[in-house]
């Protein structure tokens, strides 16, 4: 065989080689934006500035016969729900819900390489693969998660008793 034919055709393969193993790199594609995550189930914000209601910010901060009305529109904002029963007892309910839903998607991208083999000085292409082949999974999971505080005042406007509720699905 001419030597410029073989130096040819092994210029030829070597690119072959060269650009059927080195695929340009494709980017994955762009993620679902993933919701801010709630670690503990907010109250809306109060006119005061009042800070998260949670189960622990309740039991830590709630004094029987201590903390007043005031005290807690401080710290949690207004209740959902206030009444009067018929022996003056003024209840306050706060009832807190978020909603969490997480999207995952996973994607797989390949692609054959061209085989490429010398053999005694000659050089001979022999493609293999020259397609690709895409695989993507994705998944959505929700969870539901709510606080509920009801508490029951004295007379004086001071927590009589109180009681909270957390529930995760």
Not at 79 to 91: A, F, H, L, R
């Amino acid at each position: 065989m001419d030597s410029r034919l073989t130096d040819r055709l092994t210029a030829m393969a070597a690119g072959l080689l060269i650009s059927g193993c080195m695929s340009a790199p494709t980017a994955p594609p762009p993620a679902a934006p993933t919701p801010p995550s709630a670690q503990a189930v907010a109250a809306p914000p109060a006119q005061s500035g009042a800070s998260a209601l949670s189960y622990g910010a309740v039991t830590s901060q709630v004094v029987k016969d201590k903390t007043t009305q005031a005290d807690l529109l401080q710290l949690f904002g207004g209740p959902n729900i206030s009444t009067t029963d018929n022996d003056g007892v003024e209840t306050w309910v706060y009832e807190r819900s978020v909603t969490q839903t997480d999207v995952t998607s996973r994607s797989q991208n390949w692609q054959a390489a061209a085989g490429l083999g010398l053999f005694f000085g000659h050089a001979s292409a022999n493609a293999q693969g020259s397609g690709g082949q895409n695989a993507a999974a994705s998944s959505v999971a929700s969870s539901f998660r709510s606080l509920t505080v009801v508490v029951k005042f004295n007379q004086n406007k001071t927590v009589h008793d109180y009681s909270v509720r957390a529930s995760q699905f």
